[in-house]
């Protein structure tokens, strides 16, 4: 089982739609938990955290169950300069060994559509 | 924002040649620093972790002899590709974690990536 796990799309949507994304995660010891956006060719770079409460952040929202193990997040009014690849990413502890980077799904591709 | 950087930002390589790629942290000390890599429609692949001062902690099937890391000082870290081949070929991509205590630690800053092509 991967550990983290996205639907890689592509998601086609309509500039001014919602759209929504999941992610699941198998480690059930992760601490934090991030979206990153990245765009083609280029370095991730952070859109949010994601916390147990759920946050907002304009027209991006975030939420985490961590009984089920999912990560979402929902872009309302999508504008065409959300079209990238929005990475579900998992800061795993690993014990004893102090390697604790981050662990990154494939990322879902979305196209935002005038 | 902390910014990172990576030096160079693209190699082309012939096959048997070792390449060396930096990562600096600019505006900011980073105790730990990360080495990932991104075959192409794939995911970023934890390499190792780099602290400053000691060993590198490498990530399971990750070859330590092929894949040199430096941590000398609280803003560089240097990821050197021995013996290159052309399966070497990916987009490296450092992040650099700030010291702990400040406002941003455990966040991960990442660099602009290395593109790196063995022939």
């Known amino acids: 089982r991967k550990e983290v796990e996205q639907d890689p799309g592509p998601f086609n949507v309509p500039e001014g739609a919602t759209v929504a994304f999941n992610c699941t995660y198998s480690?059930?010891?992760?601490?934090?938990f991030f979206w990153y956006r990245q765009d083609c060719r280029k370095e991730p770079k952070l859109l949010m955290s994601?916390?147990?409460s759920g946050n907002e952040d304009g027209r991006f929202t975030a939420q985490l169950n961590r009984a089920s193990q999912y990560i979402s997040l929902l872009i309302r009014d999508s504008k065409l300069s959300d079209s990238a690849t929005y990475l579900c990413?998992?800061?795993?502890?690993?014990?004893?060994?102090?390697?604790?980077?981050?662990?990154f799904g494939k990322g879902t591709h979305l196209i935002i559509q005038p | 924002g902390a910014v990172v950087s990576q030096h160079p930002s693209r190699v082309i390589c012939k096959s048997g040649t070792s390449v060396k790629i930096e990562c600096r942290s600019l505006?900011?000390?980073?105790?730990?620093m990360f080495w990932y890599r991104q075959f192409p429609k794939q995911s970023l692949m934890l390499m190792a972790t780099?602290?400053?001062?000691?060993?590198?902690?490498?990530e399971q099937g990750v070859e330590k002899d092929k894949f040199l890391i430096n941590h000398a000082s609280l803003t560089l870290s240097t990821l050197t590709v021995t013996s290159a081949h052309p399966e070497d070929s990916s987009f490296y991509i450092c992040?650099?974690?700030?010291?702990?205590?400040?406002?941003?630690?455990?966040?991960?800053?990442f660099g602009p990536g290395t593109r790196l092509t063995v022939l």
């Open positions: 990413v998992v800061n795993a502890m690993y014990s004893g060994g102090g390697a604790d980077g981050l662990t």
């Open positions: 992040s650099a974690r700030a010291i702990p205590g400040g406002s941003s630690y455990n966040e991960q800053f």
């Open positions: 994601v916390y147990s």
């Open positions: 780099s602290n400053e001062g000691s060993k590198a902690t490498y």
């Open positions: 505006d900011f000390q980073a105790t730990t």
């Open positions: 480690n059930s010891a992760s601490q934090s």
